[in-house]
């Protein structure tokens, strides 16, 4: 299975405002715990989920947004920081 099939399997069987653990999306999917792994690495770097304290949630569409305009704009005053968004140090 292609990288991008797995990927939209996890992805879908995500529901909102819920968490995941990636051993039970692996149970569910049927895939071992290695591509699960790698398949949500690879959906947080594409800002569509967050991982936190091993369990993972879909991001709303807004934080999707607000988490791609931080990333690639960085004159912005803010950051994001563990889910909280802080303004950005003068440093």
Not at 6 to 23: F, G, R
Not at 53 to 67: A, E, K, Q, T
Request: some cysteine; overall charge negative; hydrophobic content about 40%.
């Amino acid at each position: 299975m292609k990288n991008e099939d797995i990927d939209w399997l996890i992805y879908h069987l995500l529901v909102p405002q819920e968490t995941a653990a990636p051993a039970d999306l692996a149970a569910k999917t049927g895939l071992d715990l290695m591509s699960v792994t790698e398949s949500l690495q690879r959906l947080e770097k594409y800002l569509l989920i967050e991982l936190i304290d091993g369990r993972v949630r879909l991001l709303s569409f807004g934080d999707s947004l607000i988490r791609c305009q931080v990333r690639h704009e960085p004159d912005l005053p803010y950051t994001i920081e563990n889910g909280v968004i802080r303004p950005k140090s003068k440093d």
